[in-house]
């Protein structure tokens, strides 16, 4: 099966620092990039999606100047969480896409605690 | 908006047992995809089965298998012969078909717990 890892898997930061969080889909391309976040005890919340090349698309009420996403490869997309408070503090899926396949794929995830 | 309801918060059920978690779903579209994934406590995201709209035959995976009522716009999902590891937050999920369109749509999520 499609392999995709996320790096960091947990992190802990001081409240106003940056966080980056990378997402590589190790044997196959992915044209578009879901993120998402999960906070203890709920659903998955689309939080953008991105496609190799091009700006992100942000979902409703997701803060495009602190949620930076960045998808330079068909191998690499990157979620930075810019001058990060407390309420940050969740749980980040990245969710990778190959072109030309209804399969969807899930990175492990990375915990972040903004203290 | 598509939206996806699971009712049940929480379900247990006993070992070698048969569960069933419910999911009904809103669309206006006539072509889409219907997933089930299963979280254990590791937060990996698991397919557990998938579901064409178009087919009108119910998808099975082994143990698990799909009653997708189209019509009515549900689509349960059976786990029979229960087993510990069955034990996780099981996610009903929607994408639509139409080109552009797979980002998915969650349910809330139904826990289940497997008992010994």
């Known amino acids: 099966g499609a392999v995709v890892s996320q790096h960091p898997s947990r992190v802990i930061c001081k409240s106003g620092t940056s966080v980056k969080i990378e997402c590589r889909s190790l044997d196959f391309q992915a044209t578009t990039m879901f993120w998402y976040r999960q906070f203890p005890k709920q659903s998955l919340m689309l939080m953008a999606t991105?496609?190799?090349?091009?700006?992100?698309?942000?979902e409703q009420g997701v803060e495009k100047d602190k949620f930076l996403i960045n998808h330079a490869s068909l191998t690499l997309s990157t979620l930075t969480v810019t001058s990060a408070h407390p309420e940050d503090s969740s749980f980040y899926i990245c969710?990778?896409?190959?072109?030309?396949?209804?399969?969807?794929?899930f990175g492990p995830g990375t915990r972040l605690t903004v203290l | 908006a598509q939206t996806v309801t699971q009712s049940q918060p929480e379900m247990s059920v006993q070992e070698a047992e048969t569960v069933t978690l419910s999911c009904t779903y809103d669309?206006?579209?006539?072509?889409?995809?219907l997933f089930w994934y299963k979280q254990p406590p590791s937060r990996q995201m698991i397919l557990v089965i998938r579901q064409e709209a178009y087919k009108q035959q119910n998808a099975t995976e082994n143990r698990f298998s799909v009653n997708f009522q189209k019509a009515a716009k549900s689509f349960s999902l059976k786990i029979s012969d229960s087993q510990l590891g069955d034990a996780a937050m099981y996610f009903c999920?929607?994408?639509?078909?139409?080109?552009?369109?797979?980002?998915?749509?969650f349910g809330k999520g139904t826990k289940l717990t497997v008992n010994p």
């Open positions: 991105s496609n190799e090349g091009s700006k992100a698309t942000y």
């Open positions: 969710s990778p896409h190959p072109a030309g396949t209804d399969t969807q794929y």
């Open positions: 999920a929607y994408r639509s078909a139409r080109g552009g369109s797979e980002k998915l749509v």
């Open positions: 669309t206006s579209e006539s072509d889409y995809y």
